[in-house]
């Protein structure tokens, strides 16, 4: 990988470590939790990428052990002979910040993570010359020997697996977006035992359900979710979604996926649709930029708009406006979904900080760059047919495409690529990335576990970029069986609470009430007000605690028809018995004995109709935290 793009990031890993036992895994944590965010409100705006004062740089352990002007800032492990920590004392002189004085909080944190660092970390020439990946028979075993040895360095002890059934509706509302009937609960627990989780793993992914997930996760990962009422049908009316399940279901390897939608130029009907993606921006190339960056660097570039980014020294503001002119000779043709390219044009100007005008070239994150001959002076373009591949075609192609030299680049010769697509698939099939958040993969946000990040990008790539197979070993592996817990999220050394998915809840609630999951109206209108995918930050608003509460579309599964959950629980005679088959059919579990108490207890109060108080009883199983969360 290129040591100019990743040294920060490994820098940011590996620099603050520890032999296992030690207490780097504490200066790692403390750096990430509360130093780096403290120092970013209060320092890097005069210590960091943009300005530094002092020759001082605030914004990652590299530069803070490396010093300014006046040299050293930290001596590694002894805060008291450490400027950065002892000039924060409130009769200091001189005192830092200059106008403000930290809490005695804010000074402990960074007395205890300069308290807690090792006394000769670890140098980035040290970091560059790490040993070659290690060998492993298959991802499940890599994985499972990372994560490992990550909970014996950080002394944590992992969570209990989970039983069988519940790890079976894990799996199927993973890979299947729903939760399993009790039909194939069963059949999953009577399958020979040593076998059992793989081969249902196997059955999902040659399913029809599983694409049709995929294309739920990614349709959101790529484009958002819909803003506007229609959006949802236009993105299938014209062929987005029958080209992202149908490049899930016949594997077809990421970079292929991303070159297709980065030229957006379908070469057969398989690939009808791709163009959805540039298309559905209109036409806004810094949209476009913006989006294009998380999926081929696996970061945000936004920030670095206006000047370089302010944080992530390795994003330049020549990034964000290169990938711009990436893009610019694009235009929407009215009346389809296709996207024209323009053999001439598109050169802009940005301005830096210095108030100079720079010319805005074609510039990977990995250094690689488009050539291309800018016009000169008061030179004037003009277009013309020989400058495209066949001047009758509709769209024309143009002999020379930027977006296309760009697409190739991005996804032949850019390590990012796989890294990207790694870790945004550990953190939907985790709950979180090994770089966290999954979209900012940069200098400000370490890997939790970079060997294991390295190793899963670079098997990920050198296998073709088999998304299968990748999701395979992962779902198979023990971080992912493992129970809940409350061990720190970034060990892996417990399930990590996720909410399902508006279509995840969707499908799970039909198949609870005993009905077919499919129902396109239900879907969509659970989808406008549940949970989005992967959130940042979850709580729940008053729109989604009204429709839980009380919503008529959530009323109208509830369906005493031949063969639902409520006919056949209004058929048992007596409350224990309609009790246990609830809880069976809405959690795949039988019901603890307090839960039964309870349950029978508010079955037999008062003098109201049974069935109203069956359905009831279904209606609040059916939207617990129990249910709404993944288990």
């Known amino acids: 990988m290129p040591p100019s793009i990743l040294r920060h990031v490994m820098w940011l890993s590996l620099a603050v470590a520890l032999p296992c036992g030690a207490a780097g895994s504490d200066a790692s944590s403390l750096w990430t939790s509360t130093v780096q965010p403290l120092l970013d409100v209060q320092c890097v705006k005069c210590h960091g990428?943009?300005?530094?004062?002092?020759?001082?740089?605030?914004?990652?352990?590299?530069?803070?052990?490396?010093?300014?002007?006046?040299?050293?800032?930290?001596v590694p492990g002894d805060p008291s002979k450490s400027p950065l920590f002892t000039h924060l004392a409130p009769?200091?002189?001189?005192?830092?910040?200059?106008?403000?004085?930290?809490?005695?909080?804010?000074?402990?944190?960074?007395?205890?993570w300069i308290a807690a660092l090792p006394p000769t970390p670890k140098t980035t020439a040290a970091v560059e010359a790490q040993a070659p990946l290690r060998t492993f028979p298959n991802i499940t075993t890599a994985i499972d020997t990372f994560v490992a040895e990550g909970w014996q360095m950080r002394g944590v002890q992992p969570s209990a697996p989970v039983n069988?059934?519940?790890?079976?509706?894990?799996?199927?509302?993973?890979?299947?977006?729903?939760?399993?009937?009790?039909?194939?609960?069963?059949?999953?627990?009577?399958?020979?035992?040593?076998?059992?989780?793989?081969?249902?793993?196997?059955?999902?992914?040659?399913?029809?359900?599983?694409?049709?997930?995929?294309?739920?996760l990614w349709d959101v990962f790529l484009l958002g979710r819909p803003k506007r009422d229609n959006a949802d049908q236009r993105r299938r009316d014209n062929g987005w979604w029958t080209y992202l399940e149908g490049a899930f279901r016949t594997n077809r390897p990421w970079n292929v996926i991303v070159r297709q939608l980065l030229t957006a130029r379908p070469e057969n009907p398989d690939e009808k649709g791709a163009s959805w993606f540039l298309?559905?921006?209109?036409?806004?190339?810094?949209?476009i930029a913006e989006a294009v960056a998380p999926v081929v660097?696996?970061?945000?570039?936004?920030?670095?708009?206006?000047?370089?980014?302010?944080?992530?020294?390795?994003?330049?503001?020549?990034?964000?406006?290169?990938?711009?002119?990436?893009?610019?000779?694009?235009?929407?043709?009215?009346?389809?979904?296709?996207?024209?390219?323009?053999?001439?044009?598109?050169?802009?100007?940005f301005v830096n900080l210095k108030k100079q005008s720079q010319p805005a070239t074609v510039l990977l994150l990995t250094g690689a760059s488009v050539p291309e001959t800018l016009p000169g002076g008061d030179e004037k373009e003009t277009d013309s047919d020989d400058k495209y591949v066949d001047a009758a075609a509709s769209?024309?192609?143009?002999?020379?495409?930027?977006?296309?030299?760009?697409?190739?680049?991005?996804?032949?010769?850019?390590?990012?690529?796989?890294?990207?697509?790694?870790?945004?698939?550990?953190?939907?099939?985790?709950?979180?990335?090994?770089?966290?958040?999954?979209?900012?993969?940069?200098?400000?946000?370490?890997?939790?576990?970079?060997?294991?990040?390295d190793w899963l990008s670079q098997d990920f790539a050198a296998s073709g970029y088999d998304i299968r197979r990748?999701?395979?070993?992962?779902?198979?592996?023990?971080?992912?069986?493992?129970?809940?817990?409350?061990?720190?999220?970034?060990?892996?050394?417990?399930?990590?609470?996720?909410?399902?998915?508006?279509?995840?809840?969707?499908?799970?609630?039909?198949?609870?009430c005993g009905l077919p999951p499919e129902d396109d109206g239900f879907r969509h209108a659970v989808v406008s007000v549940m949970p989005e995918v992967l959130p940042k930050d979850y709580n729940v608003s008053f729109q989604q605690a009204q429709f839980l509460a009380g919503s008529s579309t959530l009323t109208g599964?509830?369906?005493?028809?031949?063969?639902?959950?409520?006919?056949?629980?209004?058929?048992?005679?007596?409350?224990?018995?309609?009790?246990?088959?609830?809880?069976?059919?809405?959690?795949?579990?039988?019901?603890e004995p307090l839960e039964t108490e309870q349950a029978v207890a508010f079955l037999n109060h008062g003098a109201g109709a049974a069935a109203e108080k069956t359905r009831d009883l279904l209606w609040a199983l059916m939207t617990s935290a129990e249910f709404l969360t993944q288990p």
């Open 297 to 349: 660097y696996g970061t945000r570039i936004d920030c670095a708009q206006c000047h370089d980014h302010p944080l992530a020294r390795e994003i330049k503001q020549a990034h964000y406006w290169g990938l711009v002119a990436a893009f610019n000779r694009g235009k929407n043709i009215d009346g389809g979904s296709a996207v024209a390219e323009s053999a001439i044009g598109g050169f802009i100007n």
């Open 557 to 591: 599964v509830f369906q005493e028809g031949p063969g639902t959950t409520l006919a056949r629980l209004n058929g048992l005679p007596e409350s224990t018995a309609r009790v246990r088959e609830a809880f069976s059919a809405v959690y795949g579990r039988p019901p």
């Open 164 to 216: 069988d059934a519940v790890w079976c509706r894990r799996v199927w509302l993973d890979l299947g977006g729903r939760i399993p009937t009790a039909t194939e609960v069963n059949a999953f627990l009577q399958a020979p035992a040593e076998s059992r989780r793989a081969d249902l793993v196997d059955r999902l992914l040659a399913s029809e359900e599983y694409p049709r997930r995929m294309r739920e």
């Open 470 to 512: 990748l999701v395979r070993g992962l779902v198979l592996s023990r971080p992912y069986g493992l129970s809940p817990g409350s061990t720190p999220p970034e060990t892996f050394a417990a399930a990590i609470e996720r909410p399902l998915t508006g279509e995840q809840l969707a499908r799970s609630w039909r198949v609870a």
């Open 49 to 74: 990428p943009i300005q530094q004062k002092g020759g001082l740089e605030l914004d990652t352990p590299e530069m803070v052990i490396k010093g300014g002007d006046e040299g050293a800032v930290i």
């Open 395 to 453: 769209p024309k192609v143009p002999k020379f495409s930027r977006r296309a030299a760009f697409a190739e680049l991005a996804t032949t010769n850019n390590p990012l690529l796989a890294r990207a697509f790694v870790n945004r698939l550990w953190a939907a099939l985790m709950g979180r990335g090994i770089v966290h958040p999954a979209d900012e993969m940069n200098a400000r946000n370490a890997p939790s576990h970079p060997e294991l990040l």
């Open 91 to 112: 009769d200091a002189d001189p005192h830092m910040p200059p106008k403000k004085q930290l809490t005695d909080a804010e000074r402990e944190a960074i007395r205890s």
């Open 279 to 287: 298309y559905e921006r209109r036409n806004d190339f810094q949209a």
